[in-house]
Structures are given as C-alpha cells and as structure tokens.
C-alpha cells in the first residue's frame, strides 16, 4: 500500500476496537476542561498552604480539610518537594491540560511520544495521587472534600484518557510485531515516517470494530 | 506556536518575580531571574525560525536548572526560590510542546512519499 492511499488530511478516522477516533478534538478537549477545574481547586489548596487565604473552602468536613493541608504529612511532604503538594497538584493537572492539548487528530500514530506521556502523567500518576489522598484519611485521621474532588476528577481523567492510550499502545506494538526491528519501533514512536510505519497503522485501522 | 508563546509569558513572570517577591536587593536572584529569562525568550524565539525550529528544548535544560537552583540554593527554598521551583516544573512541560503543534508533523503533511 502506498503513502498516496493515507491522504495526510484524512487524520480523523475512527480507530478499531473503537468506533470513534480517541484523538479527535472532541475527545481531549472535555479532558483538557476538566483537567483545568481540577488545576484551579488544586491552586485553591496551594493557596490556603502557602498562608495567602484563612481557610480552605469545605462545605462537608468543616475544618477537616485544614488540618489535612497543614498536617505534618503534608508538612513533611513540603519539606521533601521544597514547595507544597497542592502546588505540585496543580502543575501535574495543568500538565494533563497542556498535554492533552497538543497535538493533531492523529496524534496516536504522528506523535505516540506525546500520547504515552500524556497517559504517564494521566493514568500512574493519577492513580498514585487518588491512593495517597485515600491513604492521608487514614494516616490523618480527617477528611479534606476538595482533595477528595480532585481525586474524584482524577479517576474520570483516567477512563477518559485510556483509550487513546491504548490505540497508541495497540500501533507501537504492531510496528514491534510486524517488524520485530528496535529501529522502526523507535521511528514510530518519534513520529518518524516511512512506508512499513503507515502500512502498520493501516492494519490497526482496518480492525474490526468491537 | 502556542508553546512558544506561553514560554514567553513565562519568561516575562520570571523577569517580574524579584520585584514580586521584594527579592531584588540580592543581585544573584534580580540578574539570574532576568538572564534566564532573556535565555528563554531567545530559545523560543529562535524556534520560530526555520533552521533553528528545535531551539525549544534547549528550555529543558534550562528549566532542570532553574528547579535545581531553587530546590537547592538556600534550604529550606525560600518563596523567590519555590518560585523558581514551580516555574521550572512548568516550562518542563511547555517546551516539550512541538512548534505547531495542533498540526501533524512535517514529514506527515504531504500525501506523496
């Protein structure tokens, strides 16, 4: 098959198993929005451990959530990363946003570097923030209903964010098994271009649709 | 070229941040802050010109030292210095951005091999 048959406009076709492209602007700016909700609760926090506001807002738990932002977990955690962890909060959640942000409709195949990085910062770091707010209930021993909502915000991004990933995964590993060459996996993931590299995602494209 | 743009507003923060910060009596944060930005804006700028397009990731060196300097400089890092920190871990992310980046690459662009 030639270039010629994969018109370079023609960047927004569905991609098997799915019946929608996880690409599409439709699908990563609503990630995008969200990730800057999350970004600004999170600067709310960093406000109030930062001394610039008198309380963190918590309509459920009270001072609850004060307790946890100023606990010495959270003080120890400061002394570590040398700035507080809802600032550290915020870049990660505006990093979901730049991330998710850049790139074209068919970023899973021209830039799968951007995809994974993308779904590093999403998907593990994500789930390990989700795990530490949990565990700083218990380590604690109060509730913070902010931390809990960017938590919750953290776990749609990552459902969101998995079936790009995935898709990105899926032609990387194509590449690998039509060519077994460290080379052309090497190429695809940089974007690189050569003729093998659009043949493979033609095969992932011409899957059936689950 | 958004990538580049944001690095420069970053740039223009950090240029600001000794006054921000009542830090500007010490002379190695009042001309350090303004190097490194002058450096930023220079590597994006020069992004912008073809032969150079790729000057961008130059800022990602510069901003592993800018969290370095401020994560080590003066312990525990004083708010110019999380300054630094926080705007470092930003520029990480942003010059990663490629120039235009809503488009395919370059070498996706034409049909024809």
């Given at each position: 098959m030639?270039i010629?048959?994969?018109?370079?406009?023609?960047?927004?076709?569905?991609?098997?198993?799915?019946?929608?492209?996880?690409?599409?602007?439709?699908?990563?700016?609503?990630?995008?929005?969200l990730?800057?909700v999350a970004a600004?609760?999170?600067?709310?926090?960093?406000l109030?451990?930062?001394g610039?506001?008198?309380n963190?807002?918590d309509?459920?738990f009270?001072?609850?959530?004060?307790?946890?932002?100023?606990?010495?977990t959270?003080?120890?955690?400061?002394?570590?990363?040398?700035?507080?962890?809802a600032?550290?909060?915020?870049?990660?959640?505006?990093?979901?946003?730049?991330?998710?942000?850049a790139?074209?409709?068919?970023?899973?195949?021209?830039?799968?570097?951007?995809?994974?990085?993308?779904?590093i910062?999403v998907?593990p770091l994500?789930?390990?923030?989700?795990?530490?707010?949990v565990?700083?209930a218990?380590?604690v021993g109060d509730?913070?209903f902010?931390?809990?909502?960017?938590?919750?915000?953290s776990?749609?991004?990552?459902y969101w964010?998995?079936?790009?990933?995935r898709?990105?995964?899926?032609?990387?590993?194509?590449?690998?098994k039509?060519n077994?060459?460290k080379?052309?996996?090497w190429?695809?993931?940089?974007?690189?271009?050569?003729?093998?590299?659009?043949?493979?995602?033609?095969?992932?494209?011409?899957?059936?649709?689950? | 070229?958004?990538?580049?743009?944001?690095?420069?507003m970053?740039?223009?923060?950090?240029?600001?941040?000794?006054f921000?910060?009542?830090?500007?009596?010490?002379?190695?944060i009042?001309?350090?802050?303004?190097?490194?930005?002058?450096?930023?804006?220079i590597?994006?700028?020069l992004?912008?010109?073809?032969p150079?397009?790729?000057?961008?990731?130059?800022i990602l060196?510069?901003?592993?030292?800018?969290?370095?300097?401020?994560?080590?400089?003066?312990l525990?890092?004083p708010?110019?210095?999380?300054?630094?920190i926080?705007v470092g871990?930003f520029?990480?992310?942003?010059a990663?951005?490629p120039?235009h980046?809503?488009?395919?690459?370059?070498?996706?662009q034409?049909?024809?091999n």
């Open positions: 030639s010629a048959s994969i018109p370079a406009q023609d960047i927004d076709r569905p991609v098997p198993p799915y019946s929608h492209n996880p690409s599409a602007w439709s699908q990563r700016i609503p990630i995008c929005l990730a800057f600004a609760i999170s600067s709310h926090l960093a109030y451990q930062w610039f506001i008198e963190a807002w309509p459920v009270g001072g609850a959530s004060n307790r946890v932002l100023k606990s010495d959270a003080m120890s955690m400061y002394r570590i990363l040398g700035i507080h962890d600032a550290l909060g915020v870049l990660a959640y505006l990093g979901d946003a730049i991330l998710g942000f790139g074209s409709p068919r970023r899973w195949q021209y830039r799968p570097w951007l995809v994974i990085l993308f779904g910062d998907i994500g789930i390990v923030s989700v795990v530490l707010v565990l700083q218990f380590v509730w913070c902010l931390c809990l909502v960017t938590a919750g915000i776990l749609i991004l990552v964010a998995w079936d790009e990933v898709v990105s995964l899926t032609y990387l590993w194509i590449v690998w039509r077994h060459s080379r052309m996996l190429d695809a993931f940089w974007g690189n271009r050569n003729d093998e590299l659009d043949r493979s995602a033609e095969e992932l494209l011409s899957r059936e649709v689950s | 070229m958004w990538g580049r743009v944001v690095e420069i970053t740039a223009v923060w950090l240029a600001a941040s000794p921000v910060f009542s830090s500007q009596s010490d002379p190695a009042l001309w350090g802050d303004l190097l490194i930005a002058l450096l930023i804006c590597l994006s700028g992004s912008y010109w073809p150079t397009r790729h000057a961008h990731l130059l060196l510069v901003a592993i030292g800018l969290i370095a300097w401020g994560r080590f400089a003066v525990p890092p708010p110019e210095h999380q300054n630094h926080v871990l520029l990480l992310m942003i990663l951005i120039n980046a809503s488009q395919p690459p370059r070498v996706w034409t049909t024809a």
